[in-house]
């Protein structure tokens, strides 16, 4: 079983900055890709990021937050990062983090669905 905690979340003023994290239990951390997803009021959720399994070598981003955010992962922690700048009141959302089994790009099919286990999120908010 894995089990995913969000945190980082907050109020921040557009162009500013915050730093999600995902802690993630479970001894085989490393074999799971992990990735962000956001879902804002009376909208779907969305995919914001995804970091490969293992090393995390492979990375992949949604258009709209392409450039502005970084994914990353510190295996001896059990932690993916998600940080995020130059944020815009459209960034607006309550953000998850998932973990999906030893994937490591596109051959092993799209980055975007497919995780087995969510967090409860976290609420990011940008004030204009």
């Known amino acids: 079983q894995v089990q995913l905690v969000e945190s980082g979340g907050g109020l921040v003023q557009a162009g500013g900055s915050l730093r999600l994290s995902c802690a993630v239990s479970?001894?085989?951390?490393?074999?799971?890709?992990v990735g962000w997803f956001r879902q804002a009021p009376g909208k779907e959720r969305e995919f914001v990021a995804v970091i490969s399994s293992r090393s995390g070598g492979w990375t992949s981003y949604a258009d709209s937050v392409k450039g502005r955010h970084t994914i990353s992962r510190d295996n001896p922690k059990n932690t993916v990062y998600l940080q995020m700048n130059s944020l815009k009141p459209e960034d607006t959302a309550v953000y998850y983090c998932?973990?999906?089994?030893?994937?490591?790009?596109?051959?092993?099919?799209?980055?975007?669905?497919?995780?087995?286990?969510w967090g409860q999120g976290t609420q990011v908010t940008v004030s204009s």
């Open positions: 998932a973990a999906k089994y030893d994937y490591y790009d596109t051959s092993r099919g799209n980055p975007t669905t497919g995780y087995d286990y």
């Open positions: 479970g001894r085989t951390f490393s074999s799971y890709a």
